[in-house]
């Protein structure tokens, strides 16, 4: 299927998305009401004059839903989509589930429909139904049988973390295979590599927390191009040594460029954004194809990360935050 | 072998036109793809790209360009009819005729997807309009050359 349409409409449309300059200028507003005026030449003003300036969040999503149900009507391969969306399904799933450990706990207020988001692949009316009913027949990426052994894994041990991580292990496994079933070898590298930085992230995150290694491997996702065998052995080392021992990888120049900047002790957030930008950047060779598949992932990570930026502008604007701190959230999206 | 001679000649002619046409119909549909795309979100850019588009054409006028002059040696234009050509001289003629048909038929693709790839660049960059003809207009050059070989091949081939 030839791309040579797709790919030109995406350099049309990336032409409209926001880019440094006009973060920098949003984080310079005095307050919401200037932040969200400026929002008025954008493709989100439409969405907050909508969902009202006090639920900005909402907005966001709704432009982010736009640009994919606008990408489904020309993308010929509407997996490309899914691989980007699949991961809100199962965010959904956590949310739905650790409402009803709550409410089997005996809370009245456990559930949380409000943290459900609207870019899953699956309805999330449908979605809520299927759990609170327990008819898991025609969910999709193995959710059918994950929701049982969720179920049956909290009645034994009260672990939402554990619950938590088995839902991870899944939705990376169905990332895998829809990428597979793409046969798009770039597309397939990129989720090997977001399985990698996900398990760094964790990584990190245990050696912080000075977690055993010997009982760290559950921590980590299959299907990335580093083992879990070899990430549950990082924490045995000092993290100054990480880039050495990954220089074989590709995501060993991230922890490389931290080193450089002494920044191996920088804060989760700091990590989490060079992962992301990392994320973004091993996808970069597609811009310069004319029809490379890879470009639908790429714009629409760009747009995640724009949106992302938004959220955090306006947060930094909303609750007066420190503004240069803002700033070095904010990611390299376009 | 009179007539094997005619006919060789005239599948040279078929295949330069041919081969250099269904290369540009393929160079244009592809350029033509990227710059659907482009107007979609910005129709303003139906100028820049309509040029880009037609770029890869030219090969399929190259192609009939020799097939004419083909059929021209041959007498079969001015009504008058055929000459007679030798087998050797068919094929000496069907030879003349394949460079443009091979270079035409594949710079065409080529150039096709370089013009799409142009189309995307000035979607971006609408000032670079003059950096996006050069691009295809290099791929042209060996369309040129072919066409060229062609029409000296053919003027050495002595008919009738």
Redesign the interface.
Known sequence: MSYVYTVARLRGMENHLLDSAFFSRLMDSANIDDALKALGETSYSQWISQTGTANFDKAIDSEILAVCDELKSFVPDKELLDIFRLPYDFHNVKVLLKGLFKVRGGETEGRRYDLLSKLGTIDTEELTNAIETEEYGFLPYGLTDLIPQCWQLWDAAKNAQAVELLIDHQMFRAMLAVAEGLKMPDVIQWVKFRIDAENLRAAIRLARMKYDAGKALTFFHEGGTIRPDDMAKLLNEPQETWSRILSYTDIGAVLNALNEQGDMKASLTDVSKALDDYLLKVLEDAKYSMDAPANVLLFLLTKEAEARNMRVALVCVAGGLDREFGRRLLSNGR | MEMLGLSLAMLGAALAAALAGIGSAIGIG?AG??????M???PNKFGSCLILQALPGTQGIYGLLIAFFVLNKLGLLGGGGALAVTWNQGLQILFSCLPIALAGWQSAIWQG?TS??S??MI??KPEAMGKAIILPAMVETYAVLALLVSILMLMGVQVG
């Open positions: 592809v793809g990227a710059a659907a795309g482009v979609t979100e910005d997807r799409a790839a189309i995307q979607s971006k």
